[in-house]
C-alpha cells in the first residue's frame, strides 16, 4: 500500500495484477513484472526469478482466462481472498 503497509491478503491478487501490467512506482517497482529484461532475473538476481514467475501465472491467469474479468476470476479461484500461496496452489 502507498503508506507501506501491506495489503490484505484478499486484495494481494489485485496487486500482483498492477505490478505485473503497469508497476509500482511508489513501492520503486518502476518497470512493469512483465516487462523485465532476461538479465534482470539470472545472475545474482536470479532469486527474483521464481517470484516473478509466480505473479506471472496468477496475472495471465487473470488476464488471459479470465479477460481481467474480477467477477469470473473470483467465481473460479475463491482462494484469492485467502492470500497468494493458497491461490497459487490452485492456478
Known amino acids: 500500500l502507498p503508506d507501506g503497509s501491506r495489503s490484505p491478503s484478499q486484495d494481494s491478487w489485485k496487486y500482483v495484477v498492477q505490478h505485473w501490467l503497469e508497476g509500482d512506482v511508489v513501492h520503486g ?9 532476461k538479465e534482470w532475473l539470472t545472475g545474482p538476481n ?19 482466462r479470465h479477460n481481467s474479468d474480477e467477477a469470473s476470476f473470483l467465481a473460479a479461484y475463491p482462494e484469492a481472498s485467502q492470500g497468494l500461496s493458497k491461490l497459487l496452489v490452485t492456478v
Not at 517497482?29 to 529484461?37: E, M
Not at 536470479?46 to 516473478?52: G, I, L, P, V, W
Request: proline residues 7%.
Open 46 to 64: 536470479k532469486q527474483f526469478a521464481m517470484k516473478r514467475h509466480s505473479r506471472m501465472v496468477i496475472a495471465v491467469e487473470f488476464i488471459t
Open 29 to 37: 517497482l518502476h518497470t512493469p513484472l512483465k516487462d523485465w529484461p
